[in-house]
């Protein structure tokens, strides 16, 4: 189930992210400030085809605005960064783990 006052939240991040205030935000999406307003509240339920735009503004993944979830492949970007970071030794000591976990 959508908790609808977690996604305002996401949303409402997201768009302050992208340094948009909400007028400019409304016109993009071709709504009226109020209507963002009462979204980013949770007030309002804000409709799949809009959540398809606001997605689509904010470059995010819709499972990740809905549900707060990174999509697979951002998960596995995330990681690899991280692993990219780290010096040879802590490296192979990761390697080693993914090794035994996936003999499991």
């Known amino acids: ?8 939240t996401r949303i409402k ?6 340094h948009l205030t909400q007028e400019r ?3 993009i999406l071709e709504v009226t400030t109020e209507h963002v307003s009462r979204i980013e509240t949770g007030a309002f339920r804000p409709s799949l085809v809009l959540l398809e735009k606001i997605s689509s503004v904010l470059e995010m993944d ?8 990174k ?3 951002e998960e596995v970007k995330d990681l690899m960064n991280k692993i990219f970071s780290m010096d040879a030794k802590k490296r192979r000591a990761v390697e080693r783990m ?7």
């Open 1 to 8: 189930m959508i908790n609808f006052k977690a996604l305002g």
């Open 13 to 18: 991040r997201a768009r302050k992210g992208r």
């Open 71 to 73: 999509s697979d492949e």
């Open 62 to 69: 819709e499972a990740e605005i809905m549900f707060g979830n």
């Open 98 to 104: 993914i090794d035994v976990i996936s003999d499991l």
């Open 25 to 27: 935000f409304a016109e």
